[in-house]
């Protein structure tokens, strides 16, 4: 079985899209097992779902974030294999049972993506290089920026064993910090067709509505310092990322008066040196 797990708040309209578009899903061999996780929405969410009837699972939560609620999707699930929908993204025709052929094809991986459309305010974009999606041992690429989105993953339930669960206490770059602990230990496979539509440009994505993304990714990669089973070489990779990131982000904080929070980031830099020796 194959669970789709759908984070949602406060978006009726693309939620049910969304909804639909994994509906429209056709060969993915297995059953597919649809859940949405209503962070706690104000808009009639739950009752613009309830016209799935038993197609869907619907859960509800009190306003907790985008990682509590994935987490409580994953703990309800029932499949083998796990996928995830963003709430205003869709999927095309075909995602699911690429995917499933792609495992079939290469038993020995347990993450895929698949290629994306970008729209912003309806209108395509093209990527620039450097968001080239990498497939293979690719920890170093991943610790420069978001290369895996969450919307055109697949991944064995196995995996969140070993790595553990999304880290509620990132209110954003939480799935930056989860494919660092996944890509440590874990080559990421790559469907090249474009079988995701993402969909931007709205007032409420969270690039949108929380300033200074860099902070939580600096503390992500200095969470995994800390805590994950790294190699050498990634170690290395890891502090040279990070302090980077920390230089570039508290020089920008000087720059606009926000002293304390670039001497939070020296003293957060000056710790890893340590927890890297």
Partial sequence: MITVIIPTYNRKEPVREAVESVLAQEDAGDAVEIIVVDDGSTDGTHEALARFGDRIASLR?????????????????????????DSDDLWRPGKLAAQVRFFSDNPEMRICQTEEIWLRNGKRLNPCRYHEKPEGHCFSKLLERCLVSPSAVMIHRGVFDEVGLFDPSLPACEDFDMWLRIGCRFPLGLVTDPLVIKRGGHPDQLSATVPALDRYRIQAIANLLKSAPLAEDQRAAARTALIKKCRIYAGGCRKRGKNAEADRIDRLAGEVLDIGT
């Fill in 61 to 85: 939560q009190d306003r907790s974030g985008v990682s509590a609620t994935r987490n409580l999707g994953i703990s309800h699930a029932k499949g083998e294999w796990l996928a995830f929908l």
